[in-house]
DNA sequence: GTCTATACCAAGATAGAC
DNA sequence: GTCTATCTTGGTATAGAC
């Protein structure tokens, strides 16, 4: 019998790359405490045994998968171009993140999940911190350069809005087009009437 | 010595209570499916057999304490003064939510460990969308009254900023003290210079 | 109202066949 | 590499004594 396009692509299809995409959708749907490894296994239509093939353990899964999200979520480019107007900077700066958390989406989701438990947060904090840091950091500077008082606090108040973007993401069905909000945003930071100089990509 | 009724009563709420504030702290603190009976029943002094002489499963457990949570949540304060000047009513609107959010901590941190897993949300959907639509309806006419253009969009921008905010004090070791962050978020929509007009509670 | 003992089950994990 | 069968543990929940 012949196998469909479909068929041979998930047969070809790496079983590990398959079982960490499911687990990703169910931590972050029911929680990672929540799913089981049955569940995985059936959802990504392999046996459980074939789990421990791969990954030591439930928790060693739920490692590799914070690992890659990480390494998605460092991929948003926080250093600016020089030479640029500092406007601009910002304008980019402001993209990137929304760009970032659209096409990352699954990731920052669970990282919020880590991050509202203080018992799980702790095992990455570290890196979160980084994350973190990096990101106010580079804010910090662009706020400064645009000249705006408390530019340290600015930038937590921005990053702290970002974080709840993120949150208003996952919990409304009516959300609000991100060309709009990127404006708002930047009303906020840049005096002049004319924010919206270039296209959004969205 | 016989007991009253009324002793009999007291006694009945002070396990059902103790077991209800040492269940708070465990979710919160660890999530609802990393937290077991046991270990509930051992921070609350009591044996696990006397959690179910209160609560039908951990699932009613977790029910009350949402209910709970939300009956502290809806203590805030929405409607505002009328005859007020709306700058001060805005004012006083920020101040109610910041301090509720201080006072009410945990339940605000049980009510995004809700948020950020969609299958969990929509049990509690119905309330957690009556609160967040009542909260963005004041704001939204609060804006209106002070000329804000884009008032609804401003409303959840607003919204959006205190859900990052819980996040934040959640994560976050070195927090900026509220009066600053009050401030800052006033005179992003009260153009005057003074802003700071009366002291803050905290 | 509170405890101990225990039933029952589902979950994580392993062994061994193919 | 993948499966089925099985072990083991720890969890929810119940029964019954005091």
Redesign the interface.
């Known amino acids: 019998m012949p196998r469909t396009k479909k068929q041979f692509e998930e047969i070809r299809k790496s079983s590990k790359e398959k079982i960490l995409n499911v687990a990703l959708e169910l931590f972050?749907?029911?929680?990672y405490?929540?799913t089981s490894i049955s569940q995985i296994a059936q959802k990504a239509k392999i046996s459980k045994g074939l789990m421990y093939n791969y990954f030591a353990s439930k928790e060693d899964l739920l490692d590799e998968i914070i690992l890659q999200g990480f390494h998605s979520l460092e991929e948003l480019e926080f250093r600016t171009k020089r030479g640029v107007h500092p406007q601009t900077q910002l304008e980019d700066f402001v993209d990137a993140v929304l760009d970032n958390l659209y096409s990352n989406f699954n990731y920052w989701?669970l990282y919020?999940?880590l991050?509202?438990?203080?018992?799980?947060?702790k095992k990455y904090e570290k890196k979160?911190k980084q994350f973190?840091d990096e990101f106010i950091q580079t804010l910090t500077l662009l706020f400064k350069k645009l000249k705006i008082k408390?530019p340290k606090?600015?930038a937590?108040?921005l990053?702290?809005?970002?974080?709840?973007?993120v949150?208003?993401f996952?919990?409304a069905e009516d959300v609000?087009p991100i060309s709009?909000?990127k404006n708002?945003?930047l009303s906020?930071y840049i005096k002049s009437n004319k924010v919206q100089t270039r296209k959004t990509k969205k």
Chains 1, 2 share one sequence.
């Open positions: 972050v749907k029911k929680g405490h929540a989701q919020l999940a991050l509202v438990h203080p018992e799980i947060q979160m973190r408390n606090l600015e937590f108040l990053g702290t809005f970002f974080d709840g973007l949150l208003n996952i919990a609000f709009k909000i708002a945003i906020k």
